[in-house]
């Protein structure tokens, strides 16, 4: 079997709050279909893909919360992408809001599925890194309430042998936090699909523009790097509901190199052949593991409050 996947990443741009499920599917399919034309076997969207980046804002009416969720997947409006993929033969990734209903309970969850060429969901993972806040911060250009609308994921970290290789799935704060990586790494991940939506700005404070694309890119390259792994980290764009969103969705080979950007805010695809077996080397030498990391003495070395001291 060929270690080498072709793999998309479809970066959107902006989804207007009132955008129907219909237009944006539109968009996935037109996507899907042009990667399917240039040879791609998986392609990968954004985090919450389907609809606009809603945590922006402090929606009282929980219907209309509930508006952007999806209570199964496929659904109706969605069974289409499954059923095009499966005819096309192309993986996919996909970043939704989930809602579900578990022992009796309702519960919201920012989701990624991974879907094989047969069309078997094979992956599920919730996110675990929820950034900003759960109450209102008047103090903020704009609202990130996503400790409000989301509960911690509750599924972990997880690596899946699947399209020839070990994938695995993290969600847009997820990427800046090296233990996320760690524990795929440590599964021998040789792929990290990762969604993001990420403001240009800090809405709290001021930080630069170009300070904020270079930690977007630091997390990726380094994550990959230190684990041996691609990265294939694909954004949601542009101007999108009065708040600019970053884009420079970018494939990642396993020496931390990046092998394909997107240039635009808008909906772009971009196309590498990444081969699996590129990280072998540094599983093998750098980052073997088993002979050079020393997880015995980590505890030791720092007493690991979780907390830094307040000044
Ligand atoms: N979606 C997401 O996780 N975005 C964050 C920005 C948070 S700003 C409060 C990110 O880490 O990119």
């Not at 059923?83 to 989701?111: P, S």
């Not at 042998?161 to 440590?186: H, Q, S, Y």
């Amino acid at each position: 079997m060929s270690r080498i996947l072709t793999v998309a990443g479809a970066q959107l741009g902006p989804i207007e709050r009132d955008e129907s499920r219909a237009s944006v599917v539109k968009r996935l399919l037109d996507l899907m279909r042009r990667a399917n034309d240039r040879g791609a076997d998986v392609i990968v969207y954004p985090e919450l893909a389907l609809t606009t980046f809603f945590p922006r804002w402090a929606i009282e009416d929980q219907a209309e919360v509930d508006s952007f969720f999806e209570r199964e997947m496929p659904g109706p409006e969605t069974a289409v992408l499954f059923d095009e993929a499966k005819k096309l033969g192309i993986g996919f990734h996909l970043g939704y809001a989930e809602l579900i209903e578990e022992d009796g309970i309702l519960h919201r969850y920012n989701t990624a599925i991974l879907i094989d060429k047969a069309g078997n969901t094979v992956g599920k993972y919730r996110k675990i890194h929820l950034p900003g806040h759960a109450e209102i911060e008047p103090e903020r250009q704009f609202q990130h309430l996503e400790k409000r609308f989301f509960e911690v994921g509750n599924l972990g970290f997880k690596v899946w042998n699947t399209m020839g290789g070990k994938m695995g799935v993290l969600i847009c704060n997820d990427r800046r936090w090296p233990e996320a990586f760690r524990v795929l790494g440590l599964q021998g991940v040789e792929m990290v699909m990762i969604g993001y939506n990420t403001p240009t700005l800090n809405g709290l404070m001021f930080e630069p523009p170009h300070l904020r694309s270079f930690h977007n890119r630091l997390s990726m390259q380094a994550g990959a790097y230190q684990n041996a792994t691609w990265v294939v980290g694909v954004a949601k764009a542009g101007n999108e509901g009065d708040v600019d969103m970053m884009g420079e969705s970018a494939i990642v080979a396993p020496t931390g190199e990046v092998v394909a950007l997107c240039s635009t805010l808008e909906d772009e695809l971009m196309i590498a052949d990444c081969d699996l077996d590129a990280g072998r080397y540094l599983k093998d030498t750098t980052f073997k593991f088993s002979a050079h990391r020393r997880p015995e003495h980590y505890g030791l070395i720092v007493e690991t409050t979780g907390e830094v001291e307040p000044r």
